[in-house]
């Protein structure tokens, strides 16, 4: 594997990999020292033409748990806010000697185009409306330690599945897994070819809970958001919202995910985001483990020498 692009990219021994790397990972933040030396000497650019300082953060922490070099390069005054081309970047990027390259765009499809035109590795950190397949994997990694294995699971992703990449990356990653997926949502916010996904779609919220192993809740996007998608916000939270009354409707050991930023009171009640069954914190800390996987195996790293390095810390 050179690319990490789409969740459809990997098989699903490629999947438990990078899953099982994690795990060896995650055992170097339960240490005092938080490094490995593994990537020293390489470089790792995060090229961010949209905010998000939750995924940069999570990418910048994996790489430098890796001891790689990391440069941060920001759309935002630079010269791509004076009109240089994704190519132009591209390039000055490889000039630089970039081995890897963690890009967030908001044109689906800008990852492909960049894996054209530079030598080392791209990472799709979110395109557009597209896909955001570490965040697929962080999600997968964090049922994984919750419930063990995920091959009949049943999971259940609410909202607003027509604008979240991390939908469609959950969708393709957990198929791959064994996973059963529903989809709940208002029928204007989903996707014209979701028959063609590999999951079940429901619009009742209330009759899929007590059936499902995980209940993911997407961001309401306000900033997408007009009259056109739904009546109003307190409509959609009386219909898609998860509060405490749902919550006691979810079996013993289910679990509430959520990918963050969330809106308290709209998608999740606080309750919920704060209770214990909420893995919601665990989503950030699993982050920098199934980030740091992909940059390890992506750049070289051999899975078998993992364990060797954290034992012999």
């Known amino acids: 594997m050179r690319h990490l692009i789409s969740a459809a990219d990997l ?46 953060i999570s990418f910048e922490a994996a790489a430098k748990r890796l001891s790689a ?12 806010s004076k009109g240089e081309s994704l190519k132009d970047t591209a390039l000055t990027l490889e000039a630089m000697g970039a081995d890897c390259v963690v890009i967030r765009h908001s044109a689906s499809g800008a990852p492909y185009r960049l894996a054209n035109w530079v030598r080392g590795s791209v990472v799709n950190a979110g395109d557009g409306t597209h896909e955001h397949p570490t965040q697929a994997l962080l999600d997968a990694f964090t049922m994984r330690r919750r419930l063990g ?34 989809l709940v949502a208002p ?21 899929v809970l007590p059936k499902s192993d995980v209940v993911m809740m997407l961001r309401v996007q306000r900033e997408r958001m007009n009259a056109a998608y ?18 006691a409707r979810l079996s013993d050991d289910a679990i509430v995910m959520h990918p963050g930023p969330m ?18 914190v665990e989503q950030v800390a699993n982050g920098v483990s199934a980030r740091m996987a992909v940059l390890y195996l992506l750049l070289g790293g051999s899975e078998p020498a993992i364990g060797k390095e954290v034992a012999a810390r």
């Open 230 to 247: 739904f009546p109003s916000v307190r409509e959609y939270s009386r219909r898609y919202g998860l509060d405490a009354e749902r919550l």
């Open 69 to 80: 070099d990391v440069i941060n390069f920001s759309a935002k005054g630079s010269s791509v």
């Open 11 to 56: 098989s699903k021994d490629d999947a438990l990999l990078v899953l099982d790397t994690a795990e060896e990972l995650a055992r170097v933040a339960d240490q005092s020292i938080k490094k490995l030396p593994t990537l020293r000497g390489r470089t790792v650019v995060n090229l961010f033409f949209e905010d998000s300082t939750r995924t940069r």
């Open 149 to 182: 294995s995920l091959e009949g699971r049943r999971v259940t992703i609410v909202g607003d599945v027509l604008h979240s990449r991390v939908a469609r990356s959950n969708v393709l990653l957990l198929g791959t897994l064994g996973a059963d997926v529903t």
């Open 187 to 207: 029928p204007t916010l989903l996707p014209v070819a979701v028959d063609t996904w590999p999951c079940s779609v429901s619009y009742d919220l209330d009759a």
């Open 263 to 280: 809106n308290r009171g709209v998608e999740i009640a606080a309750e919920v985001a704060d209770s214990p069954r909420s893995t919601v």
